[in-house]
């Protein structure tokens, strides 16, 4: 039977074998898939089938920023095992995503994939990758950040990154101050910059927590709307940046320190990922 180019790329992407042996495990086992991956498995051929529902919870979150520090990059490439995270050959193919993404600046993770490397693309490359180790790896994350000094900070162990976006700089070199603010992001986790930040569906369901607390506590039903905008403020206090408790001095808040550091510095926006 015929078979197509769609199906032996499928075949791969699924295996990781070759195209050439993709195509002619399909075409021997007439198009059947199962089959085909065991006449692949059968010939020695390192395979990565049945992978697909593994989950990957090691990997390394690579950055790169340009000169001036107007613009950062973070892709998080992601594997099983923290052995293969170490791994020589998947370090290098996460330095070479980054680069690619900084250099190319695609739409999507999907678009990021699609961009061509050497004579393959980077699907491929992972798809080759994941034959060869035999463990399942995927970009599972990728984000740009342009501004006024962008400050980056990836954590220990490179499973977490952080870009920072600081405004009103006054032209100083604030780095310091934006490592200090991407430390505070990777370690207390913020949901928003600010409470205007904040999801309105967030919004109502802390409300709703809010009012079933106080009802739960015993009082009265035409106190329940005040007590629950008050437990809202408290939490737009512990889960937004600005608000936040700057956990190097906790009598100042994140938007008081960095003004501190520069009348009327703050942060524009901030990206956070992480890999498990």
Do not use: W
């Not at 913020?190 to 109502?204: I, N, R, T």
């Amino acid at each position: 039977m015929a078979i197509s180019a769609q199906e032996v790329n499928k075949l791969r992407q699924m295996t990781g074998a070759g195209m050439m042996d993709c195509k002619k495990a399909l075409v021997e086992s007439d198009g059947d898939f199962d089959k085909a991956i065991e006449i692949l498995r059968k010939k020695g051929q390192k395979v990565s089938a049945s992978r697909a529902d593994r989950e990957t919870k090691e990997g390394t979150v690579a950055v790169r920023t340009n000169a001036d520090n107007t613009i950062g990059v973070l892709v998080a490439f992601s594997c099983e095992t923290d052995f293969v995270a170490k791994n020589a050959e998947f370090v290098a193919l996460a330095n070479d995503l980054v680069s690619a993404a900084f250099e190319k600046r695609p739409a999507t993770v999907e678009a990021l994939k699609a961009l061509t490397s050497g004579n393959l693309t980077f699907n491929d490359r992972i798809v080759d990758m994941i034959g060869k180790i035999g463990e399942k790896m995927d970009i599972v994350a990728y984000e740009v950040m342009e501004g006024e000094q962008v400050v980056p900070y990836i954590h220990a162990g490179s499973k977490l990154g952080v870009l920072v976006s600081l405004k009103n700089t006054g032209g100083k070199d604030v780095t310091e101050a934006g490592k200090d603010v991407a430390m505070q992001i990777a370690a207390m986790n913020p949901v928003a910059l600010d409470k205007e930040g904040v999801d309105a569906s967030v919004v109502k369901t802390e409300i709703e927590i809010g009012k079933e607390q106080a009802r739960q506590e015993g009082k009265p039903e035409d106190m329940l709307e005040k007590i629950a905008l008050g437990k809202l403020n408290k939490f737009y206090k512990e889960n937004t940046l600005l608000s936040q408790s700057f956990v190097k001095d906790n009598k100042v808040s994140i938007a008081q320190y960095l003004d501190g550091v520069n009348k009327g510095m703050t942060v524009s926006a901030f990206k956070r990922i992480a890999i498990g």
